[in-house]
């Protein structure tokens, strides 16, 4: 099996578990704060990993400014993903998301020059088009009934074209720094990020932060362990996931690598069905099933 489907489907089943994960917790305290919470623990772990290997931070300008704005189109996705997680449906949300693998096709030929086959072309179209069919709620009686979903799915697209950027900009930026280097300083940033907002959001701007900010716990679930222990769960999921995915950039083809990895999603969109008793509508049914088609396109050899 090829390394990078190998490392990409290793992050798939990271990222996978810890959507569900995220997504509980958010609805407990907030997106925003699960967020923060993540991001310093996939901070902490990666320079641990730098440390233990005896990495030091990348000197290049470009790495730095390069590793920053990626771990910003990072932060940003996450925020976005997780906002559209905590106020759903889960199931839709993580089908949108789950398409990013074929827009990371798309840029790929757009930035790094890669040539898709005809058969590959098509896969792309049509997981585009299962993304549109699953954020849509059709109505069938009346076109002016047409509606977005529900509010997560706004969020959803967000998320969707910053998590491309953020796997294309990875790429870019790993070529000079490799993908140790590169983690170090986007998930710095990413963490630096977070913190910033969480901290403008909860002093200055609680009562605007909405959807970012709001939880079940008006307390922030601050005493509850189950949640902290979700968050750092969440957390080291996320940076096991990155660590494959990053490594898979290095060594594989980007558009196998970021293909692979958007499978995570069917992880959760299988227990948010089985198990939280989410519906779907037939037209949603049918654009997760055009998004698994499109992939199976992108990917055959």
Known sequence: MPVGLLTGLAAALSWGTLDLISALASRRIGSLRVTTGMQLVGASFVWIVALVLGRSVPTDPFVLVGGALVGLAGAGAYMSYFTGLRIGPIAVVSGIIGAYGGLTVVLSVVFRGV???????????????????????????????????????????????????????????????????????????????????????????????????????PEGGGTDRRVVLAVATAGLLDVLGLLAFSYGLEVAQTWLVGLASSFGPAVTILVAVVDLGERLRSAQWIGLGAVAAGVVLIGLP
Request: no cysteine; aromatic share 6%.
């Open 115 to 217: 040539t898709l086959r005809p058969v590959q072309a098509i896969g792309a179209a049509v997981a585009t088009a299962g993304v549109v069919l699953i954020g849509i709620a059709f109505d069938v009686h009346s076109i002016r009934a047409t509606k977005l979903a529900g509010p997560g799915v706004a969020f959803a697209f967000v998320a969707f074209i910053l998590f491309a950027l953020m796997t294309i900009g990875s790429d870019i930026v790993i070529d000079r720094a490799g993908w140790l280097g590169t983690l170090m300083v986007s998930r710095t940033a990413n963490a630096i990020l977070s913190v910033i907002v969480l901290v403008v959001a909860s002093t200055s701007m609680r009562p605007r932060s909405g959807a970012l900010f709001a939880g079940s716990d």
